[in-house]
């Protein structure tokens, strides 16, 4: 019995050997697509825990837009309560999650643009305006801003003229264009020929800090950069230009005009104005104002109103909200009050046509009687000419066309073509 034992126990690990084997064969002689159906759902399994842990990071950015409570109370019940939305099924957490991610990626794309300079005493940009603006206020009669929060490949022919007719119309004019990009070396060989040619033209990189500094939108950017704002699905750099171009005025006083504006006339004689985009013409009352060319003094109280408005309506998912819907609601409230003096010009001095009429102003349809009136109202009553470059930006030119006509009686170097 006992030499019995001996000999299985001799024999068990050859046995085990022998399954051991087997086993391994078996297995690697099923087909590859076995494997790779396995390993799928081992990267699927990966993924989805991927998105759960890191899900209610900041729960916020999932939030619709609103009117934040900063207190301490609020915060808790926020923080207590994060994780209620993502409970009913794994699919739908899963789908949150990806949606949250793809927010998260699109915010930092956005904010790429967002400056943030070393806490100096005295902010650089404040340093090299205040230079720019001494250096040139023996002959600075008009300020103009304008901003560009895009990348630099993207700064054609166009904004090129837009900076031609300003300075056509105001040879003495200095011009800030507050962007990051054209803040370069590359920057400033595009505006060197109007240096060269003596006028007065800087390109500076936005420090928002500072330019928001003691306004209603210091709060609302410092929440931006947290995290803790809904950027939306609108552009943030054109969000940001919106809100920009409102502090520039208040801190510094002067005009603000889009890049695809075209300056006709002066506007030395313009103070605290507005320029309505339509109007009702049974009333004779505007009915919407835009923001594409502001001219106000500094401080003023109705750019402070507006800034608020910013601060405390933002929306990222509607185009407009924050920029022309914006001023057109700010001033229907004021309008009327004491302390806010201002002036609505009708739409023939900036918005001659609105975006659904800009592609006649391309077109040259012989002589049309449309074209030739609309030429004598806006040689007659424009400042200036909006060519609303969403819609118009993949137009061409035509010869004889009213653009074509503004760009030979405005140009300065005389060889650009839209």
């Known amino acids: 019995m006992l030499h019995q034992m001996e000999e299985s126990t001799k024999r068990s690990p050859f046995s085990f050997l022998h399954i051991k084997r087997t086993m391994l064969s078996l297995f690697f002689s099923l087909p590859t697509s076995?494997?790779?159906?396995?390993?799928?759902?081992?990267?699927?399994y990966s993924a989805f825990t991927g998105f759960s842990l890191h899900l209610p990071k900041s729960p916020l950015i999932l939030s619709p837009p609103t009117l934040f409570n900063l207190s301490s109370s609020a915060n808790s019940s926020l923080v207590k309560n994060r994780h209620l939305s993502f409970l009913p099924n794994s699919t739908q957490s899963l789908s949150l999650s990806i949606q949250r991610a793809r927010r998260v990626k699109k915010h930092k794309r956005g904010l790429r643009s967002v400056r943030s300079e070393p806490h100096f005493p005295v902010s650089l940009f404040h340093s090299r305006l205040k230079?720019?603006?001494n250096t040139s206020s023996s002959s600075c009669k008009v300020r103009f801003f304008m901003t560009w929060i895009s990348p630099l490949e993207t700064f054609g022919d166009?904004?090129?003229f837009s900076v031609e007719s300003l300075f056509k119309s105001h040879p003495e004019a200095c011009l800030v264009i507050v962007s990051e990009s054209l803040d370069s070396h590359t920057g400033t060989r595009i505006l060197k020929p109007f240096v060269s040619n003596g006028f007065r033209v800087m390109a500076i990189a936005p420090d928002?800090?500072?330019?928001?500094?003691?306004t209603r939108a210091e709060t609302w950017f410092n929440r931006l950069k947290e995290g803790n704002v809904n950027p939306?699905?609108?552009?943030?750099?054109?969000?940001?230009?919106?809100?920009?171009r409102l502090a520039l005025l208040y801190k510094f006083g002067g005009a603000y005009i889009d890049l695809d504006v075209m300056v006709?006339?002066?506007?030395?004689?313009?103070r605290n104005t507005i320029g309505a985009?339509?109007?009702?013409?049974?009333?004779g009352q505007w009915s919407r104002l835009n923001n594409a060319v502001l001219i106000f003094d500094k401080k003023h109280p109705?750019?402070?109103?507006?800034?608020?408005?910013f601060a405390l309506t933002f929306d990222g998912n509607k185009w407009g909200h924050n920029g022309p819907y914006l001023i057109s609601r700010v001033v229907s409230r004021v309008n009327g009050r004491p302390g806010f003096n201002f002036t609505v010009l009708p739409p023939s001095a900036f918005y001659p046509v609105d975006w659904r009429g800009i592609t006649g102003l391309f077109r040259d349809e012989i002589r049309s009687k449309w074209l030739v009136n609309k030429m004598k109202q806006i040689r007659k009553e424009s400042f200036a000419v909006h060519l609303w470059n969403r819609h118009s930006r993949n137009l061409t030119v035509v010869k004889g066309s009213i653009v074509d006509s503004i760009i030979s009686s405005c140009c300065i170097f005389c060889n650009t073509q839209l």
């Open 264 to 270: 006709l006339k002066s506007f030395s004689k313009l």
């Open 302 to 309: 109705l750019l402070f109103k507006f800034i608020e408005e």
């Open 131 to 133: 230079a720019f603006f």
């Open 34 to 44: 076995f494997f790779a159906l396995l390993l799928l759902l081992l990267l699927s």
């Open 208 to 214: 928002f800090g500072y330019i928001f500094k003691d």
């Open 277 to 283: 985009q339509n109007f009702d013409a049974k009333t």
């Open 158 to 160: 166009r904004e090129l």
């Open 232 to 244: 939306g699905e609108v552009s943030l750099g054109q969000n940001l230009s919106n809100v920009l």
